[in-house]
């Protein structure tokens, strides 16, 4: 009977977990009707912009008609879906190349940035949020809270510009600029990229600690915590083995939230570092009213915040044996 | 072990620190010893420094307290002298816990199995097969189902009773020297304490580990004690010999617990026989949760052709497990859950069913008094505001006129009016569910709806709050419609008692139908499980035995629902045929209506 109903729970996690997919995906469509409909809205097109101030209305009409700017809404909508299904999302107005290429150029710096500052931020996030939570009250726990208040509120270029007196400037161990290109050897990349990363991690590493202390803490006062002391279970075991899997879906979600911040909002750090991620990218699209790269660029960074957020999700499902197995 | 005594405190103090960082004691000049094998009782009400006694055996002091001082000795060690790492060898494994609230105390995320066997293996005692074997040898040893299988679950899978008997195996794989056990069936129904009282005497106690028993209740302690400590506010009132304790109390405080313990009968004022019609009719109301089907019924049903009657300044008792509908009632009659078929009528009129429906005038008549004065009462409010209230929604009472009331209002509910300004935090328990009692008596109602509204309160207080409601029918004439777990209570202070099993009507008759057999067999499991105050109760007791064998049930939707635990049960009949409703003999005027197939002849106990 426990297997049946192991087996019978695990589905009901299947069901649950198509079920948050689905939404995902539905959210992402509903995603992409506002970007497109935001885009719509900015002042001005890429006709216009192409042209300069001294166009003429016919010139203008033109270049719209060729370009393909003249159809209805919905109409370009769908060929922009659809485009953007199929891995085409158009061709950049701006560098009169696929709007594919100029991602695929940057793309790759930002995921290496994000993921190299998560293998950095969430470990230390982690050990100080259970290290203050198991010390709660005492001076650790103290001196832990204040670190962390004072890393969340310092804006983060006033960090990357204090690292860059103390590692360029003054110890001239690191470059200031973090210049990246396909030659580079590993070793380089990481000492280009050494500040990027530490200013991203101070940023992210004080919002985990903080929700990771919270959620540990919410644990501890519960009977079972005091069971597992009275059992004889070491202070180490406890957090690990009795209070970990009960925290572990809000901890996840709180890291998931703050990972997502690693791609859209690295752009001062990318801009500060001259960083070639997608961010900056995302803002020079922006200035340049090159729709087709900006609509591209939102809706990868939405498409990011969506899947850490699914991660978070099935975490929580898989983690909570009511939802696991009923 | 040369040492006459296998556990010695002396001199033990805790002390915790108040607000300004001052220590002041919360147990002192505590002193008891018990030889291998005894089982000390630690008796009282809450806030009497039991269970911070007990946990001080592990070493242990909750979050804010500290030992300060004294001396613990189990066996050969010397707890006080111990540091963590010493004390960490020692519990769970030969010192052992068994909690409170069994439902809280196991981790939700992980299987039974991992937890059980957790304290061999951390203590390096056996090897996983081993232990796993040993606790399973310990499942069928304290009858639990599906030995084989049970390790495999969760606990939001299991019930209540299940749970505290698996707690008492994860506290048995280490054969531990010393057993302390914390209130284990408080939180436990009757019938469901009775079959874990068994199951720990049978196991725990037979093993010959000496054991600490802290509990409230007298009578749970008659069956398990050699020596009785009793507590209060710290301190120890009395200590003995349970059959002296018991029998023979020398201090005051004893007495009134033992006086507490068995609800006195509070008279019912004499019954005027007016012809009028009753005040509150529920007529075949059917009632539960979720969406309703083509059959009438909602998804999961929770009460069944409900049929009931209070009369004016009458008293119902409503009485059951949880689970058995007895809550719901109350929150169809509120309007809180409108019934899925079937009928409330309030002076022969029919309520809407609905809070929409329903006029302030309704409202006003019709009063619920929660089990839990603590969540239904805004904290942050103080007693006057909290009064103030219902006077000003309904009556329109301002100013002055609101103040006399209030008054009034404190007068009848015997607090001082010096509390009218204090916080609703600030009062204690008993005082709390006098306010919550207040509030709804401000309406100036014709009924109260009472759920459970003295099961979070000790014995003690509770009883209080049993005469004042007493008091307060005899004065106002108000109608009470009382929801208990608890017969012995319902049977003192109610004149009619309902009996529902898994939201069915198993038995309704008049108090002095409650007093003596023939009663229905889940009535009949009911007054039986309640622990009687002497020594050999829980061994004689014949209530919670396996009912006999039967076949196997057939479809029919109203066959008996008591079926699968019924004593009773005759095959052929009652797994075939639903049974039917019919009165229950006795004297004139005395007489229940039973749903049971059996007649006076059969029920009557051999």
Not at chain 2, 26 to 37: E, H, M, N, Q, T
Not at chain 2, 550 to 562: T, V
Request: aromatic share 4%.
């Amino acid at each position: 009977m426990a297997g049946a109903s192991t087996s019978s729970g695990a589905k009901a996690a299947f069901v649950l977990i198509g079920k948050r997919l689905a939404s995902s995906l539905l959210t992402l469509l509903l995603v992409s009707v506002t970007i497109f409909v935001i885009a719509q809205l900015l002042p001005g097109d890429a006709a216009q912009e192409a042209l300069g101030q001294s166009a003429t209305v016919e010139q203008v009409a033109a270049l719209r008609h060729e370009m393909g700017l003249d159809r209805p809404a919905p109409v370009r909508y769908i060929s922009w879906l659809g485009g953007m299904v199929s891995g085409d999302p158009g061709q950049s107005l701006v560098a009169n190349m696929p709007v594919s290429e100029v991602i695929s150029s940057r793309l790759p710096n930002s995921l290496l940035l994000a993921a190299l500052t998560a293998l950095v931020a969430v470990p230390v996030a982690l050990a100080i949020g259970i290290g203050s939570a198991m010390n709660r009250g005492g001076r650790i726990d103290r001196a832990l809270n204040i670190t962390t208040l004072s890393m969340v509120a310092v804006p983060e270029f006033l960090v990357a510009t204090i690292a860059v007196l103390i590692f360029s400037v003054k110890l001239r161990w690191l470059p200031s600029i973090a210049l990246v290109s396909d030659e580079m050897s590993w070793g380089d990349y990481l000492r280009g990229a050494a500040m990027p990363i530490l200013c991203l991690s101070i940023v992210v590493i004080a919002q985990m600690a903080r929700m990771t202390r919270a959620a540990v803490i919410d644990q501890m006062d519960r009977p079972y915590v005091e069971m597992a002391v009275l059992k004889g279970v070491a202070p180490v075991q406890v957090v690990l083995k009795h209070i970990m899997p009960n925290a572990i879906a809000p901890i996840v979600n709180a890291m998931a939230l703050s990972l997502s911040y690693l791609l859209g909002g690295a752009v001062i750090v990318e801009t500060i570092f001259n960083y070639p991620g997608l961010a900056s990218l995302m803002v020079n699209a922006v200035t340049s009213r090159d729709m087709p790269l900006l609509q591209a660029c939102a809706m990868i960074f939405c498409a990011a915040y969506l899947i850490l957020m699914l991660i978070a999700d099935v975490t929580a499902i898989l983690a909570n044996p009511r939802l696991r197995a009923q | 072990m040369t040492q006459a005594f296998h556990v010695e405190v002396k001199d033990l103090r805790v002390t915790a620190r108040n607000a300004r960082g001052e220590a002041f004691p919360i147990v002192s000049d505590i002193d008891f010893a018990l030889k291998r094998g005894e089982v000390l009782a630690l008796i009282g009400e809450s806030g009497s420094g039991k269970t911070t006694i007990a946990l001080t055996l592990l070493g242990h002091a909750r979050p804010g307290a500290t030992i300060a001082g004294g001396s613990i000795r189990v066996g050969d060690a010397d707890i006080t002298q111990l540091d963590a790492k010493a004390l960490a060898q020692l519990r769970g494994n030969r010192i052992a816990y068994i909690a409170q609230s069994a439902a809280s105390a196991f981790n939700p995320s992980r299987t039974i199995m991992d937890q059980v066997v957790e304290p061999a293996l951390i203590h390096d005692l056996m090897l996983r097969d081993k232990a796993e074997a040993k606790a399973v040898e310990l499942f069928r040893a304290l009858a639990l189902p599906f030995p084989d299988t049970i390790g495999s679950r969760y606990p939001h899978q299991l019930s209540g009773g299940q749970l505290q008997r698996l707690m008492a195996a994860m506290a048995l794989i280490t054969d531990p020297e010393l057993v302390i056990l914390d209130e284990p069936t408080t939180a436990l129904d009757v019938t469901t304490q009775i079959e874990v009282l068994r199951a720990f005497k049978a196991v725990v106690l037979e093993r010959g580990a000496t054991a600490i028993y802290v509990s409230h209740d007298l009578a749970v302690v008659a069956q398990m004690a050699d020596q009785i400590v009793v507590l209060q506010q710290g301190r120890i009132r009395e200590a003995g010999a349970a059959d002296q304790v018991l029998h023979r109390p020398a201090g005051d405080y004893t007495k009134t617990l033992m006086a507490a313990a068995r609800p006195a009968i509070r008279p019912a004022p004499m019954r005027i026989d007016v012809p009028a019609a009753p005040l509150l009719e529920i007529r075949g109301v059917t009632a539960g949760y979720g969406r309703i089907g083509k059959d009438g019924l909602p998804r999961v049903p929770v009460l069944r052709d409900i049929n009931l009657t209070i009369e004016r300044g009458g008293t119902l008792g409503v009485i059951g497990e949880s689970g058995s509908g007895k809550s719901t009632i109350a929150r169809v009659i509120a309007g809180l859950l409108p019934p899925a078929t079937g009928q409330v009528l309030l002076d022969g009129e029919p309520l809407p069913p609905g809070l929409k429906g329903r006029s302030r005038e309704q409202f006003r008549r019709v009063q619920l008094v929660f089990q839990n004065a603590d969540t239904a009462l805004n904290p942050a409010h103080s007693v006057g505001q909290i009064l103030e209230r219902p006077l000003a929604f309904y009556a329109g009472l301002k100013g002055n006129a609101a103040h006399m009331r209030v008054l009034e209002l404190m007068d009848l509910i015997r607090l001082p009016v010096s509390l009218i300004d204090r916080n609703i935090g600030g009062l204690s328990g008993g005082q709390k569910q006098r306010v919550n009692l207040a509030r709804a008596l401000a309406a100036d109602p014709q009924l109260i709806l009472c759920d459970e509204v003295t099961s979070a309160l000790d014995t003690v207080v509770g009883a209080a709050i049993l005469d004042l409601m007493a008091d307060l029918r005899r004065e106002l004439g108000i109608a009470t419609m009382f929801i208990s777990h608890d017969i012995s209570t319902v049977r003192a202070i109610c004149d009619d008692i309902l009996v529902l099993y898994s939201g069915t009507m198993v038995e309704m008759g008049p108090r002095a139908a409650f007093q003596s057999a023939p009663f229905h067999p889940y009535t009949d499991l009911l007054i039986g499980s309640v622990p009687e105050m002497r020594a050999g109760w829980l061994e004689e007791s014949h209530a919670g035995r396996k009912p006999p064998l039967i076949g196997a049930s057939g479809e029919h939707p109203d066959l008996c629902r008591f079926l699968p635990r019924c004593a009773a049960r005759v095959d052929g009949l009652c797994n075939v045929t639903p049974p039917p409703r019919h009165p229950l003999g006795k004297a004139d005027g005395m007489s229940s209506h039973i749903l049971c197939h059996h007649g006076d002849e059969s029920l009557i106990p051999s």
